[in-house]
């Protein structure tokens, strides 16, 4: 397992101060989406297929600093559409460190070589790149419908590597992957030096058109318990091994979607990354107006029935971490075994 242990400590103090406080609801990552538009056109994307006005606008950097100051969260997810198509990019990663938040910029990857010759970005231990890979080439190409993005991917991977950049990846996985290829795609981002991966079972937008590949919650166990059994050692994850413990049907965790609050043009999204059911002014007013008993799996909300995405489990896996012993400790074998 991978995060740095600077990284675990500052989420680690930040989740216990909460509960010291007697928070039950809290934020930990807050994803900033600042612009929707992106220079590829993935099938499953539900970011894309907003009208031109709204896919030419972007956030402003102090709309978004404002988002971030308003939330506390101790991380800080870019994602979009392509953040680097976002023409302020660097002066909010900047921000973001002077924060001393923890920024992981998702990305495709086909802008970053660029990014870097034009030095819009300094090696930080505060800032990662995390370059959506959702497999081997043919794999990563078919779901990205386009070929050579695995390839040019690779590339930037390795010059930000050589810049001295913390660089992760992240993949989605759809029905139908082969566990075998997946366990090599690991092989094959742990051989080219990738600090940590994060995967996260495909859901069912509710504006995505490609409605045929969303898992069903068991068949998704089985195809992370495939993945997972038996991890080869020196694979590593920058996330919850025990949330990757659920991925398997380990462990049971019901959605947390304010661990993760979603920030965009439109205002505080509700009630999570993937689901649209309108929009708070104030990050407050998502907190305290959101119907959150609505959400999650006991509730009975189809929507949410098969969901098992990382943005509304992960969060709920660390708070488990930090709840009880029992967690803690099922934490540490897991991390320091690499056992699952
Ligand atoms: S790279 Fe991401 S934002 Fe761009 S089209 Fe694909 S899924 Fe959507
Ligand atoms: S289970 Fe949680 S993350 Fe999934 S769709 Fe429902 S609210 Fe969103």
């Known amino acids: 397992m991978s995060v740095p242990l600077s990284q675990m400590w500052t989420v680690g103090s930040y989740v216990l101060r909460q509960k010291l406080a007697g928070r039950t609801r809290y934020p930990l990552v807050l994803m900033l989406e600042p612009l929707f538009r992106c220079n590829l056109a993935c099938a499953g994307c539900g970011k894309i297929q907003y009208p031109a006005h709204i896919l030419r606008r972007h956030l402003t950097v102090d709309e978004c600093l404002r988002a ?20 302020e990019i660097g002066t909010l990663v900047r921000e973001l460190i002077r924060r001393k938040k923890y920024v992981y910029l998702c990305t495709n990857a086909l802008l970053l070589e660029q990014r870097l010759r034009e030095g819009v970005f300094e090696p930080a231990r505060y800032f990662s790149f995390s370059v959506h890979l959702d497999g081997l080439g043919p ?48 092989d094959a981002m742990m051989d080219l030096g990738v600090e940590g991966m994060m995967i ?14 969303f898992l069903a919650r068991q068949r998704a166990h089985a195809l992370f318990s495939a993945i997972l059994e038996r991890p080869r050692r020196g694979w590593r994850f920058n996330q919850s091994p025990l949330f990757l413990k659920f991925l398997m049907g380990k462990l049971d965790f ?31 007013e998502l ?24 943005c509304g489990h992960e969060p709920t896996a660390v ?19 690499g056992r699952l």
Request: hydrophobic share 30%; with cysteine.
């Open 287 to 310: 907190m305290e107006t959101t119907q959150w008993e609505q959400y999650g799996r006991r509730s009975g909300n189809p929507k949410c029935r098969d969901c098992m995405v990382h």
């Open 139 to 186: 794999e990563h190409d078919d779901a990205v419908c386009r070929e050579g993005v695995y390839e040019t991917a690779l590339a930037a991977i390795r010059a930000a590597l050589q810049r001295g950049f913390r660089v992760t990846t992240n993949t989605t996985l759809f029905d139908g992957a082969d566990p075998a290829r997946v366990r090599q795609f690991f």
């Open 200 to 213: 996260s079972p495909g859901y069912s937008y509710t504006k995505a058109p490609d409605q045929e590949h």
């Open 319 to 337: 708070d488990y971490t930090f709840a009880s012993w029992r967690g803690f400790r099922q934490a540490v074998v897991a991390t320091v075994t």
């Open 68 to 87: 971030v100051d308003e939330c506390g969260a101790p991380m800080v997810s870019i994602p979009g559409g392509e953040p680097l198509m976002y023409p």
């Open 254 to 284: 019901e959605c947390t979607p304010w661990g993760n609050p979603t920030y965009n043009l439109f205002g505080w999204q509700r009630p999570c990354y993937l689901l649209q059911e309108g929009y708070a002014a104030s990050f407050r």
